[in-house]
Structure formats: structure tokens, C-alpha cells
């Protein structure tokens, strides 16, 4: 049965009257307060009710005090199960977070049974993003917050699991099937060799792998390849067998780490080399979802995009919500540029769009800045990578807004233009270039009539911005940027993100979203405590 209490409702007596005034004030200035006041009573409720009966079953923890639990005070605050029911039976600030007045265990109890069951629930119908998309609606309209300004950047965070090497992901992939097939289909697990069950399933079978040198390495791999591909050619006929999870992560080891070769009609495994394998590969069997950076190692990473005040005035800035605009998870192995069309869709359609947005220069291709331009955002950001040439570039002539050569670096203009199809070619007198002493280094080309400068469009944009970033304007403007770097510090400082303790893509989701909603509560919490002082 649904248990829901109504905190539109005003009380007759005041239920925390009993704290002196200056206790009662430092609630009131606290984030607890803030919640209370502002947050609790538009917590989406309606989303979890059909997850439970009307009419049958016992009363369900009131919704709200779950949801204030599992939203902020869990997350914000970094704490185990134990410890999150342990603060919610005794510690008074969330007691007045949560506007609980009664007294019994009901009230103020949870097992960790029940939070474990709320959890999923929100887990599994992403009322975590619709969290954070209707608090963060609430803060924006609350604090008169400005989108105009925004800067996005990204952040790698770890789940909870162990960095394992290739031995032991072949292992440790094994002992999981191993387990899962003695408990589902004893009668299958009693056909695979005892030796084979011993190596990979006593109590010192993982630990074994561990111990193996560096330089020994080759053989004890090919050896645990050989095991993993025999499993997977037992049971290739069962049925049952290869509809269980951990058989098809077998599959996926094989597939991953090693290359079947045919030699006299047999099969045989050969071990790729380490460069061949895929960054988007299985890191750890008890995180699937897991994939590896080739700068930040295994596991996830997070996109954040905030607004932001361009000023110094340290006085202004206090009073100024810095505010979490948009905030999406995504496996360690995918690109930021890829990140930035979902980051301003997400913010357009919730009518928090940026007039300017800046980012680093993975944000900031050519495709970004031109979908950008079409939503009306100028797009700050360096350009990717440097230049092929030595000497002059396309950035060192004078072009014009629509990517025309007006001048070259020796102010002499072209005698022949043409563009067709987005090919630019522009041609300059033969005796000119032939007595200049930077020739060699110029990408100019000699031809019969002309020395020619080939180009397209993106050529040309990304040369403009080249030459723009060297400008003191763009190098004031992009400066602002930096901050969104103490943004990242202040998300893992207070709520622990960058290392999680769960596993799984929608787990670490959920539990990435929460924490920034309980940053941007904080904030607008201090904001409010300096407006206050003013």
C-alpha cells in the first residue's frame, strides 16, 4: 500500500519548536533547510506510485523520506548502506531535511532490504535523470540563474571493481561460469574435467594466477585461452548452458583477447597482441559495462556542463549560482566529441541553452562547432591537433568570413579564384612566388599559370580559428574555461564520485546524477546563506 504524506499541508503546531533559536537558525541556513523548503515537496512521487498496489500489501516507507534518502543524503554525502541508515535514524538535520516529526521506527527506520528495493526501482526507471531535470528546473527558476554562459568538461570515475590483467580476466571469467553452472545445471558441471574444475575453482585457483612473473606470462595466458575456448566448444550444443550470462562472457573473452586459427582441421587459439585489443573490451567480469581509456585506464566517465559568471568581483560571484545545467555518463572508451550534440539538445529541450559554450578541444571539431552555430551557440574552443606543415599554414593568410584568401602573408592577392563543390583553389602570380623567399615553406603549389592554394571549407574554418586563438580577445574570453575544472574537485570532494561503490553502467548512473544534484543543492544553498548576510 502507498504511504505518501502531504507537505502542502501546514502543521497547526509548530513540530520544531523545541529547538532554541539559534539551533533552529543554523537548520534553517543549513542545506537541510534549503531541502526542506524548497526541495522535498516537488520530489516526483507520482513516477514510483506504479510501482506499488493502492490496495493490497503493507504500508510502503513514505515516499518522500525514500526519496530524500536515496537523492541526496546517500549520495551527497558519500555514504555506505550501514552508515546512510544509521544517520537516517539519529542525525536530526535529516530528520528536519525530511520534515519527519513522528518519533517511531517506522518513520525514521529503514532496512537495508527496503533501500536496497527503493534503489532498484529508481535505477531501473531512470527517475534519476528525471530527478536532476526537475530540481535543477526548480534551482534555475528559484535563483534567476542566467544560461547565457556555460562550459562543459568530463571527468573519468572508477566502479567498484578490481584492475585485473589479461590472465586474470581469463580466469576469473571461468571460476564465474564454473559457479553459476554448478548452482543452475549440476549435471552439466559434473562432464568438465575435475583437474580443469580444480585450477579454476579452490580457494587459491584466482590468487594462483596472480603469482605468475612477468617474464612467464605467455604460457600460462595460452594456457587459460586453451581452457576458456575447450568450455565453449563443450558446451556449444547445450542450449541451456549458452543462454547463461556467464557462458556468453566467455564468448566475449575469446573474441576479444584471441584469434582462432585452422591448422590440420583443428582449432587452435592464438593470443592477440595487447595493441589489438579493443578499448571497449571486458575489463572485469563483475563489471561488463566497464571499457578502458588509453589516458584515465578502466571504467567510466562522466560529461558536466554548468553555467558561470565572467566576472571578478568576488562579492557578485557569491551570490551567483554556479548551477549543474546537464549532467550524462558514458564507458571510458567513447570520444568527448561525441558528447557535446546530446549535452545541448538535453539543455534546449528543457529551455536551458547556452548563448556561449565553452570547451576543451576534443569538444570542439568542426561537426561540433557548425551544429553549435545552427542552435545559435557560439561554440569556444581550441582546435584538435597542430598543423602538418613547418612553415605557413592556411591560418597565416587573410581570409575572409566566407573562407576566401583576400591577402597572402605577404599582403599580395590571388589573380584566380575558384570553388566548386566546397573545393576552394586559389591561384597566385608566378613571378611573385617565384621571388619570394619563404616559397619553400608556402603551401602554394607551382603550376603553368598560376602557383596554387587548394583548400575546402573545413580547411578554411579551422584556419580561421587557428589564427583566432592567438588573438588576446579569444585568450580572455577562454580563460573562463578553467573553472569548470574546480567544479570537478568540488563534485568528487564532497560526494566521492570518481570512485563509485557500485557496478554496472545504470548503477553508476544513478548513483553520478544523484551526486550532482546534491552539488548544485549545496550551492544554492551557500548562495542563499550569502544573499542573507547582504
Not at 188 to 210: A, G, W
Not at 347 to 363: G, H, I, M, T
Request: contains cysteine.
Amino acid at each position: 500500500m502507498i504511504n505518501k504524506n502531504n507537505h502542502n499541508q501546514l502543521l497547526l503546531f509548530d513540530p520544531w519548536d523545541f529547538l532554541e533559536p539559534k539551533r533552529r537558525s543554523m537548520l534553517d541556513q543549513s542545506w537541510a533547510g534549503f531541502f526542506q523548503k524548497e526541495i522535498l515537496r516537488d520530489l516526483p512521487v507520482k513516477e514510483l506510485i506504479p510501482s506499488f498496489s493502492r490496495t493490497m500489501g503493507r504500508p510502503t516507507k513514505e515516499l518522500y523520506t525514500m526519496l530524500g534518502v536515496l537523492v541526496v543524503l546517500q549520495q551527497a554525502h558519500d555514504l555506505t548502506d550501514n552508515e546512510t541508515i544509521f544517520q537516517f535514524s539519529f542525525n536530526i538535520q535529516w530528520h528536519y531535511a525530511l520534515n519527519i516529526v513522528d518519533e517511531s521506527d517506522s518513520a525514521k527506520y529503514v532496512s537495508l532490504k527496503t533501500l536496497w528495493s527503493f534503489r532498484q526501482i529508481l535505477i531501473e526507471k531512470k527517475l534519476d535523470t528525471v530527478l536532476f531535470e526537475k530540481i535543477t528546473a526548480k534551482l534555475s527558476k528559484a535563483f534567476n540563474v542566467s544560461t547565457d554562459k556555460q562550459r562543459i568538461d568530463s571527468v573519468h570515475i572508477k566502479s567498484n571493481m578490481r584492475r585485473l590483467g589479461r590472465i586474470s580476466i581469463f580466469s576469473t571469467s571461468i571460476n564465474k561460469f564454473f559457479i553459476n553452472l554448478r548452482r543452475k545445471y549440476p549435471n552439466q558441471f559434473k562432464d568438465i574435467d575435475t583437474n580443469v574444475v580444480e585450477k579454476y575453482l579452490s580457494d587459491k585457483s584466482l590468487s594462483c594466477f596472480s603469482l605468475v612473473k612477468p617474464s612467464d606470462s605467455p604460457k600460462p595466458l595460452a594456457d587459460v585461452s586453451n581452457d576458456l575456448f575447450d568450455l565453449i566448444k563443450k558446451f556449444k550444443g547445450c542450449s541451456e548452458v549458452t543462454s547463461m550470462y556467464s557462458y556468453k562472457l566467455l564468448e566475449r573473452v575469446l573474441e576479444e583477447h584471441c584469434n582462432l586459427e585452422v591448422t590440420d582441421g583443428d582449432n587452435k587459439v592464438g593470443i592477440k597482441k595487447s595493441k589489438e585489443i579493443p578499448a571497449d573490451s571486458l575489463q572485469n567480469p563483475s563489471d561488463p559495462d566497464a571499457t578502458y581509456s588509453g589516458h584515465k585506464e578502466q571504467g567510466y566517465q562522466i560529461h558536466v556542463m554548468e553555467t558561470y559568471t565572467d566576472t571578478e568581483d568576488r562579492e557578485t560571484k557569491d551570490k551567483t549560482l554556479n548551477l549543474i545545467t546537464h549532467i550524462s555518463v558514458e564507458k571510458a572508451s567513447q570520444s568527448d566529441a561525441h558528447a557535446l550534440v546530446p549535452a545541448i539538445e538535453s539543455v534546449k529541450e528543457r529551455d536551458l541553452s547556452p548563448q556561449e559554450l565553452q570547451a576543451d578541444s576534443l569538444y570542439g571539431s568542426d561537426e561540433n562547432c557548425e551544429y553549435a552555430k545552427s542552435e545559435g551557440i557560439d561554440l569556444v574552443s581550441p582546435t584538435m591537433g597542430t598543423t602538418k606543415n613547418k612553415g605557413m599554414t592556411l591560418s597565416d593568410f587573410e581570409l575572409s568570413t566566407n573562407g576566401q584568401v583576400e591577402r597572402c602573408p605577404h599582403g599580395h592577392t590571388p589573380l584566380f579564384k575558384k570553388n566548386k563543390k566546397g573545393r576552394i583553389t586559389q591561384g597566385f602570380s608566378l613571378d611573385t612566388c617565384s621571388n619570394c623567399p619563404l616559397v619553400d615553406g608556402c603551401p602554394v603549389k607551382y603550376g603553368k599559370k598560376y602557383y596554387y592554394l587548394r583548400y575546402n571549407q573545413k580547411s578554411a574554418r579551422l584556419a580561421m580559428r587557428r589564427a583566432n586563438e592567438q588573438s588576446d580577445e579569444f585568450k580572455n574570453r577562454y580563460r573562463w574555461r578553467a573553472g569548470v575544472e574546480a567544479t570537478m574537485s568540488e563534485y568528487d570532494r564532497l560526494t566521492g564520485v570518481k570512485q563509485l561503490r557500485f557496478r554496472g553502467f545504470k548503477s553508476v548512473r544513478f548513483a553520478a546524477i544523484l551526486k550532482a544534484i546534491g552539488v548544485n543543492i549545496f550551492r544554492a544553498t551557500a548562495v542563499r546563506k550569502a544573499a542573507s548576510y547582504a
